[in-house]
């Protein structure tokens, strides 16, 4: 299987990803306060061309255009995408496939770039830099909303991956974006950068509410019960179940899952060190 515009290394990850469909829209839903915080950190303007990477279906592309910009949104997945254009109901957005390790834009194409939980999950994070860095232009601006080290998406992460099978050749920990010091590392040489931290509050009636959300809608956990057994498959529901119901707080579950904002500005030339 093949996918336009999406480089051979991910067409897995593209399977995965898209295997939510339009349904992601409610994992999406559960992250809105920290999409917003991004999306603010970003402060898009009337008539910008702004660049949504990983857009799932499409929720930071919709609020980003809702405030005047012209925005081009691109994910690995072609189900998700298909979702995007449909959510959008008429508002403009450019969705398309796409890989963001090798992006089909011209250099200093946008004036702003913004990634929800995105470029975080990519197989080649120094790739990524490389094109964040190419395609905006000189004093354009990038947010990137990436989980912390350590909170509970992170945990969850750890409980899903405990179920899939061990893989040759695994792609780094998507929570390395996290670390300040690791992104840094990454767009340092061609960023200004800043960073803010936030909390996101994700709030299921229950830990079974939660599983329905994301048993159909969150590609990585939809994808991995298709290829488990009907014993696993059970596991790992009532695993899930329990690790949200840990959380519960009186009538209702409270998930507080910490994030970190990376604010960046192009500089004009490069800062490598002699």
């Known amino acids: 299987m093949t996918i336009e515009n999406v480089l051979p290394t991910n067409i897995q990850a593209a399977r995965t990803w898209g295997a939510g469909g339009e349904r992601y829209d409610q994992v999406s839903r559960g992250i809105a306060d920290a999409i917003e915080h991004a999306v603010g950190a970003l402060d898009p303007q009337p008539g910008e061309r702004v660049l949504d990477i990983a857009t799932g279906t499409?929720?930071?592309?919709?609020?980003?255009?809702?405030?005047?910009?012209a925005v081009t949104g691109i994910d690995l997945g072609p189900g998700v995408i298909e979702a995007a254009k449909q959510l959008s109901n008429g508002a403009g957005i450019d969705f398309r496939v796409g890989d963001a390790e090798a992006l089909d834009f011209p250099d200093h194409h946008f004036d702003a770039v913004i990634s929800t939980f995105g470029v975080m999950f990519a197989r080649d994070p120094e790739a990524v830099a490389s094109?964040?860095?190419r395609v905006v232009k000189p004093g354009g601006r990038i947010s990137l909303a990436n989980w912390a080290v350590g909170g509970s998406v992170h945990e969850m992460f750890k409980l899903i991956r405990s179920y899939k099978p061990a893989e040759e050749n695994p792609a780094p920990s998507p929570f390395e974006w996290g670390k300040t010091s690791r992104v840094i590392e990454l767009l340092g040489e061609h960023f200004e950068l800043e960073f803010e931290v936030g909390t996101s509050f994700f709030r299921p009636e229950s830990g079974d509410k939660a599983w329905a959300t994301f048993s159909v809608g969150f590609g990585p956990v939809v994808s991995l019960l298709g290829a488990l057994s009907a014993d696993k498959a059970e596991a790992?529901?009532?695993d899930f179940i329990s690790f949200h119901e840990e959380h519960r707080q009186g009538a209702g579950i409270v998930m507080r899952r910490p994030y970190v904002i990376t604010k960046a500005r192009r500089v004009l030339e490069s800062r490598r060190a002699s």
């Open 131 to 133: 094109e964040l860095a």
């Open 58 to 69: 499409g929720w930071a592309a919709r609020s980003i255009a809702a405030r005047g910009a």
């Open 236 to 238: 790992l529901k009532n």
